[in-house]
């Protein structure tokens, strides 16, 4: 999670507008918009996404990597800890 304030704003502020890109998502397939359309709203859900998993994964190592006091062994476990999430985050 976030620790500072504006951090988190943010990271509500993408996750509200990824809301909207779904109910929309939802509104086209419920009112038998074309499919192009709809591929065209997955297209942006899905940068939306990205664009927040990139932010968080920004946040994540300034929070925890940057201004954290850790031992060679903590630090060990958080650069394992993500690189699994950059892992799953090029998937």
Do not use: F, W
């Amino acid at each position: 999670m976030p620790h500072l304030p504006e951090d988190k704003k943010r990271i509500l502020t993408r996750v509200r507008r990824i809301r909207g890109q779904v109910e929309a998502l939802e509104r086209a397939l419920e009112g038998g918009e074309p499919c192009s359309a709809m591929l065209q709203q997955i297209a942006a859900v899905r940068g939306a996404a990205n664009g927040l998993m990139g932010e968080m994964l920004e946040i994540h190592l300034k929070d925890e990597l940057v201004s954290g006091d850790t031992t060679p062994e903590q630090r060990g476990a958080q650069m394992a800890e993500i690189g699994h999430l950059i892992r799953a985050y090029l998937k």
